[in-house]
């Protein structure tokens, strides 16, 4: 998508410290990191969110999955544990509309939400 910042990312077309890459996911830093460690996972074409996903994005989710435990091995949180975020939608506060999932780790996390 022409006007997607994380389309851009994936592209090259604007510079981000990409930490992993296959034929289906980009995995790179977070520009504003909330832990030590902050890796945002995205597919390489544009979808949404999870809610956009279909069986052809099977390939996708197998690059994920991957991703994850490499990028978790890479990054030193693969023992002490790490958390996976995909905000989808106004009520998770979505930004970015070009599905990304967070890796979080390298302090603790603290409870997964905070009470309403
Ligand atoms: P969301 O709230 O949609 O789950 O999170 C979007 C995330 O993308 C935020 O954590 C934000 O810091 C990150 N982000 C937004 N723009 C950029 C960018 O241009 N480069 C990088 N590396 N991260 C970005
Ligand atoms: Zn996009």
């Not at 992993?20 to 504003?32: K, N, P």
Request: hydrophobic letters at 45%.
């Amino acid at each position: 998508m022409a006007e997607c910042i994380f389309c851009k990312i994936v592209s090259g077309e604007i510079p981000a410290d990409k930490v992993w890459e296959d034929d289906h996911a980009v995995a790179f830093r977070d520009i504003r990191p909330i832990a030590p460690v902050h890796v945002l996972i995205v597919p390489r074409a544009h979808r949404e969110s999870f809610a956009d996903l279909t069986a052809e994005d099977a390939p996708f989710l197998a690059s994920l999955a991957r991703a994850i435990g490499e990028i978790a091995e890479k990054e030193g949180v693969a023992r002490s544990g790490y958390r996976l975020i995909s905000n989808t939608g106004p009520d998770a506060g979505q930004e970015v509309f070009h599905l990304h999932v967070h890796l979080l780790g390298g302090r603790p996390l603290g409870p997964m939400l905070k009470k309403a």
